[in-house]
C-alpha cells in the first residue's frame, strides 16, 4: 500500500526533475546544431571549453561573489542570530521577523533594491537633497549592488542554522568560562563561537550554494556586468543557442552545489542544526 | 548595550527596504521624493490590463499547482515515515538545492524535444508541471516534520478498532496532519505565486504570470505602478505566512 | 459449546535483524480469564502480543484463535482489541469520539448510547465531551479501556497498562481491571515486567524469559514451585544454599537452635516486616524476612534454618 503514496510524487518527480536533467546531462555530452539544438557526434568538448579563461572568469568571479556573500552573512548574521538566541521569551517574534520579508517575493525584495540604489533611487535623491553629493552616486549594476541583493535575501538562511545551534548550547557553558575567567569578548571567542560552530558552517554553506547558482540577483542589479554561472546558462540556453555549453555549465554549477551539500549533510552536528 | 543595536540594524536591514518600498507606493509624485499621499498608483495598477492578466494567471497557476503538490507531497512524505525511500528523498533533497536556472532550462529542455513527438504547446500546463515539481519537497518537509511527532500506534489503534490502512489513515493520520498540510499548502502557494526564473522559462505566449509582468516593467526602470502592486503582493504573502507560521505551530 | 481453546500459539517463531525476538512459543488460553505474560524488558513478551494483535506476523509456527490459523490477518479482521502502553487515544476526538471510533467502523446502530454506557462503565460518563489532552493519565487509560471493551472483542490485549500510572492509582487500577474482567467476562491477557502486578492479578502467569516460555501456571505455583532458576529470582528474593534456594520469608534466623552459623550483617525495618542480612561463616550471605518485633540487631550471632518443604530445586 505504502507505494500507492509514494507514487505520485516519484512519477511527477522523475518526470519533470529527474528526466529533465539526465536530458541536459545527455546535451551536455552532444555537439551543438547549427540552427541551434544539439546533434551528434558525443564529445567532451563542452566541458573543456569550460576551461576556457572567459569563462574561468566567470566561475571565479561566482566564487568570489558567493564566498563575499557569506562572510558578509557571517558577519551581519551572527549577532542577529546571538541577540535573538538570548532574547528569552520574544524569540518567537524575532525569529518571524527575520523569516517574513524571506517569504515574501524574491523578485519584489530585488526590485526593493533597484528603488534604493539606482541614480534617481532614495539614497541618492536622499543624499542630493541633503547636498552631500551634487551628482548621483552610481550605486546600481556593480558587484556592490549584487552582493548587497545576495545578502539581503539569504541572510535568513544563515541566521536560521546558528540560531538552531545556539538555542541548543547550555547556558552553563558561559557560567562555567566565567568562573574559569573568561568573560565578554573571550568568552564570545572561546566558548559561544566553538561551540556554535557547526551552525556557522551550515549557514555558510546554504548562503554559499544559492548565491553561487543565483541568476536573478545579478541579471536585476548587476545589470549584465556582473555575470555569473547562473547567467551563463541562461544565456547559452537563450540568445546564444548554445546548449550543450549551456547544459555542460549547468552540470558544473549543479556538480558543485550538490558536493557542498553532500559534505554538509555528512557531519552528524552540522545536520543536527539544519 | 551593544548587540542589541547591531541586531536592530540587521533587522532594519531585512525590512527597511520592503517599508520604503511600500510607503512610496503611496507618493503622489511619479519621483522618489515625498509629494504626498494618494492611491493614484494603486488604481493605475487596477486598470493595467497586462498586470491583471498577469495576476490571474499566476492565481491559478498557484492554486492548481498548489493543490497538485499538497496532495502529491503529503501522500510521500507519509509513504517515506513509513518507510524510508532513500531514492525519492534523495531526489526531492536534490531539487531543493538545484539552482532554480538549471530546474527551468532542464525543463525547457524537456518540453522542447518531447514536443517533438506529442503536439503540444508551452503554456499554463508546462508551468503548473514545473510548479508542481519545485514544490513538493517543501510540502514534504513540512509534513515530515509533524509526521515525526506522531506516534504508529495511533494508527494501529485504528486498525484494532476495526479500520482498514486507508480509513486509519484518512480517519486518523489525515486530522492529525490537518495543520501541516495547510501550512505546506499556503506555502506551496507562495512559491508558486513567486517563481519568476523557472516560470519566465517555461511559460507560454498565453501564460505570462504576475511576477513576469513585473520583471519587464523593472527592467525597464522603476515605476510607481510597480510599487503598488509590490506591496500588495507583499502585504498578502505576510499575511499568509504568518497564517501558515500559526497553523505548523499547532 | 466450542471445544477450541480461545487462543493457541504453536512453536511460534520471530526475529527482528537477526536477533531471535521470539523463540518458539507455544501457549494456550482457555476461555474468560486473565492471563498474564510476564517477563524482564526485551524477553519477547510485547512482540508475543503484537503477534496476538496482528500488528506483526510470525515467521513461523501458528497463531489460532477459536481453532482458526490467524497468522497473516490484519488487526481488523480479528476479534481481538489491544490497549496499549501509551494508549494511543486519538487526540482529534473526544473521549466519546475515541470511543464510538470502533462502533462507527463497524457501521452499528446507535454507537452514541453504547459508547456512553461503555464510558458509564468506566466511571467517565461526565467526561464524555473531554478531548485526550485534557484527561489525566489514568483517565486516559479508563477512556483506552472504554474503546476496546465496547467492541465486545474475545480478547483484550493490555501491554503494559499500568507503567504509565504513578504508583498509587496503579495498585487502584489493578483491582479495577481484575472487577472489569469479571464483569465483561472478556478474556484479558496482559503484558507486565512487573511481577507483584502479575501475581496480583492474573489467574495464570507465563513467564517468559529470552524469547521462551519458561513457566506457565497459577501465582501460587510459580511463585512457589517454579520450574527454573530464572523463575525463581525474577518472581522474588532467593537465598540460595548450593542448589537449594528457599524465599527469605521461609528463612529463619534465630538466636539459638538448629542451622547454619552466621553473623546479622544489617537489618533493615519495612514496616510490617524486617529484612535481616546474615553473613554465614562460608562468606555468602543470606537475607531472612522475619516479624518486626522480635529484634536482631548488627553484630549478632545467629542460626539458619528453614522447612524442607519450603525449599525449590533445580538440576
Known amino acids: 500500500m505504502r507505494q500507492w503514496f509514494l507514487l505520485p510524487a516519484r512519477l511527477w518527480t522523475g518526470l519533470f526533475f529527474a528526466i529533465p536533467l539526465c536530458i541536459v546531462l545527455a546535451y551536455s555530452f552532444l555537439t551543438r546544431g547549427d540552427y541551434g539544438g544539439v546533434e551528434l557526434p558525443w564529445t567532451t568538448e563542452s566541458y573543456l571549453r569550460l576551461a576556457d579563461p572567459v569563462y574561468l572568469g566567470i566561475l571565479w568571479r561566482s566564487v568570489w561573489v558567493a564566498a563575499v556573500s557569506s562572510l558578509l552573512c557571517t558577519l551581519l548574521g551572527f549577532p542577529l542570530a546571538l541577540f535573538i538566541a538570548k532574547s528569552g521569551k520574544r524569540k518567537v517574534f524575532y525569529l518571524q521577523l527575520v523569516l517574513l520579508p524571506f517569504w515574501t517575493s524574491f523578485l519584489i525584495r530585488t526590485y526593493a533594491w533597484i528603488f534604493l540604489l539606482r541614480d534617481t533611487g532614495l539614497i541618492n535623491t536622499v543624499l542630493q537633497a541633503l547636498h552631500l553629493i551634487s551628482k548621483p552616486l552610481p550605486l546600481l549594476y556593480n558587484d556592490g549592488a549584487v552582493l548587497a541583493g545576495l545578502v539581503y535575501n539569504f541572510l535568513p538562511f544563515f541566521v536560521l542554522p546558528v540560531f538552531a545551534s545556539l538555542e541548543k548550547m547550555d547556558p552553563a557553558l558561559l557560567e562555567a568560562a566565567a568562573d574559569l575567567g573568561a568573560t565578554g569578548w573571550r568568552a564570545l571567542w572561546r566558548v559561544t563561537v566553538p561551540v556554535s560552530m557547526p551552525g556557522i558552517v551550515a549557514g555558510t554553506v546554504l548562503v554559499f550554494i544559492p548565491c553561487l547558482g543565483s541568476y536573478l540577483v545579478p541579471d536585476l542589479l548587476g545589470g549584465g556586468k556582473t555575470v555569473m554561472l547562473g547567467n551563463l546558462v541562461q544565456n547559452q540556453f537563450t540568445s546564444a543557442r548554445d546548449w550543450p555549453f549551456g547544459a ?11 558536493l557542498l551539500a553532500a559534505l554538509l549533510l555528512r557531519n552528524r552536528q552540522i545536520r543536527s542544526v539544519l | 548595550m551593544k548587540l542589541r543595536l547591531y541586531a536592530t540594524l540587521a533587522l532594519l536591514f531585512l525590512h527597511a527596504p520592503l517599508l520604503v518600498l511600500i510607503v512610496f507606493s503611496f507618493n503622489s509624485g511619479k519621483f522618489t521624493a515625498w509629494e504626498g499621499f494618494s492611491l493614484r498608483w494603486y488604481a493605475a495598477a487596477a486598470r493595467d490590463s497586462q498586470l491583471i492578466d498577469g495576476l490571474w494567471n499566476s492565481l ?13 507531497g503529503t501522500l510521500a512524505a507519509y509513504g517515506m515515515w513509513r518507510k524510508a525511500a532513500p531514492v525519492l528523498s534523495a531526489g526531492l533533497y536534490v531539487s531543493l538545492i538545484t539552482p532554480e536556472i538549471v530546474t527551468g532550462v532542464s525543463l525547457l529542455a524537456l518540453f522542447q524535444w518531447s514536443f517533438r513527438f506529442l503536439h503540444l504547446q508551452l503554456g499554463m500546463h508546462t508551468v503548473i508541471a514545473a510548479h508542481v515539481a519545485f514544490s513538493i519537497a517543501y510540502v514534504s518537509i513540512v509534513v515530515s516534520a509533524r509526521l515525526r511527532g506522531y506516534d504508529r500506534s495511533q494508527e494501529e489503534a485504528a486498525m484494532d478498532l476495526g479500520a482498514t490502512e486507508w480509513r486509519a489513515f484518512f480517519r486518523v493520520t489525515v486530522p492529525y496532519l490537518a495543520p501541516a498540510i495547510a501550512a505546506a499548502a499556503l506555502l506551496a502557494l507562495a512559491v508558486s505565486f513567486d517563481d519568476y526564473v523557472i516560470t519566465s522559462l517555461v511559460a507560454g505566449v498565453d501564460s505570462e504570470t504576475l511576477p513576469m509582468v513585473i520583471y519587464s516593467m523593472a527592467r525597464k526602470g522603476v515605476s510607481p505602478v510597480v510599487n503598488a502592486v509590490s506591496s500588495c503582493v507583499v502585504v498578502i504573502f505576510g499575511a499568509l505566512v504568518l497564517v501558515s507560521e500559526r497553523l505548523q505551530r499547532r | 459449546m466450542i471445544s477450541e481453546p480461545l487462543l493457541e500459539l ?53 497463531v489460532r484463535l477459536n481453532g482458526r490459523v490467524v497468522n497473516g490477518l490484519r488487526p481488523y479482521e480479528r476479534n481481538v482489541s489491544t490497549v496499549f502502553q501509551n494508549y494511543a487515544l486519538f487526540p482529534h476526538l473526544t473521549a466519546q469520539g475515541n470511543v464510538e471510533f470502533g462502533l462507527r467502523e463497524r457501521r452499528l446502530k446507535d454507537c ?12 467517565l460518563a461526565d467526561k464524555a465531551s473531554r478531548m485526550p489532552a485534557q484527561l489525566s493519565g489514568g483517565e486516559k487509560q479508563r477512556v483506552a479501556l472504554a474503546r476496546s471493551l465496547v467492541l465486545q472483542p474475545e480478547l483484550l490485549l493490555l501491554d503494559e497498562p499500568l507503567a504509565a500510572l504513578d504508583p498509587k492509582l496503579r495498585k487502584q487500577m489493578r483491582t479495577e481491571l481484575k472487577r472489569m474482567q469479571r464483569q465483561t467476562g472478556i478474556t484479558f491477557l496482559f503484558v507486565t515486567h512487573d511481577q507483584e502486578e502479575a501475581l496480583s492479578m492474573a489467574d495464570q502467569v507465563a513467564v517468559m524469559n529470552a524469547g521462551k516460555v519458561e513457566q506457565f501456571g497459577t501465582p501460587e505455583e510459580v511463585y512457589l514451585r517454579p520450574a527454573t532458576r530464572f523463575v525463581a529470582e525474577f518472581l522474588g528474593l532467593v537465598n540460595w544454599f548450593g542448589p537449594v534456594g528457599v524465599r527469605p520469608e521461609n528463612t529463619v534466623a534465630a538466636r539459638g537452635g538448629e542451622g547454619l552459623a552466621g553473623t546479622v550483617e544489617d537489618a533493615v525495618f519495612l514496616g510490617n516486616c524486617m529484612h535481616v542480612t546474615v553473613r554465614l561463616f562460608d562468606g555468602s550471605t543470606v537475607i531472612s524476612e522475619l516479624p518486626a518485633q522480635g529484634a536482631l540487631r548488627a553484630g549478632d550471632a545467629v542460626k539458619v534454618r528453614w522447612a524442607p518443604a519450603d525449599e525449590m530445586r533445580f538440576p
Not at chain 3, 112 to 123: F, G, H, P, S
Open chain 1, 248 to 258: 555542460a555549465a549547468s552540470f558544473a554549477l549543479l556538480g558543485v552545489c550538490a
Open chain 2, 60 to 72: 491559478l497557476i498557484a492554486f492548481a499547482s498548489a493543490a497538485l503538490a499538497t496532495l502529491t
Open chain 3, 10 to 62: 504453536r512453536d511460534v517463531h520471530k526475529a527482528y535483524d537477526g536477533r531471535r525476538v521470539v523463540d518458539g512459543i507455544s501457549l494456550t488460553l482457555g476461555r474468560g480469564g486473565f492471563y498474564c505474560l510476564l517477563g524482564p524488558s526485551g524477553c519477547g513478551k510485547t512482540t508475543t502480543l503484537r503477534m496476538v494483535g496482528g500488528f506483526e506476523n510470525p515467521e513461523s509456527g501458528e
Open chain 3, 112 to 123: 452514541a448510547a453504547q459508547a456512553l454506557r461503555a464510558l458509564q462503565m468506566v466511571e
